[in-house]
């Protein structure tokens, strides 16, 4: 089993997440975080940290285009270690629909 991050990060980003990973295995992108899950320990402590629940495990529904989005992003962005401010606007954006096609729409196609 693995985390992974999902739609409801992208333009939120918050990183309360980052700041108790013990493995260090969140990756950071421009408005979104992923787990690379190749690294993740399965230790779950990232998950209740999420204001925005957008961690769940990769035994949720939908999880195998999560991790597969997790992984891709995970080997192109860097490793976000330290917690920062979320995203100007995030509290507006937590929650909406759709999050994944307007802000990834190259990739919106395969997950």
Avoid at 10 to 26: G, L, M, R, S
Avoid at 79 to 84: A, E, H, L, P
Avoid at 87 to 108: I, N
Wanted: proline share 8%; charged share 25%.
């Amino acid at each position: 089993m693995t985390y992974v991050v999902t739609e409801n990060c992208i333009a939120c980003k918050y990183t309360n997440c980052v700041e108790v990973c013990p493995v260090d295995c969140f990756y950071e992108g421009e408005n979104t975080l992923v787990i690379h899950p190749d690294e993740c320990i399965d230790c779950g402590v990232c998950e209740p940290e999420c204001p925005a629940d957008a961690i769940q495990p990769d035994t949720e529904a939908n999880s195998d285009a999560w991790v597969a989005f997790n992984r891709k992003y995970a080997e192109l962005w860097p490793v976000i270690v330290q917690r920062k401010d979320p995203a100007p606007e995030a509290e507006s954006h937590d929650g909406k629909s759709g999050k994944l096609a307007a802000f990834f729409p190259e990739d919106a196609k395969t997950f």
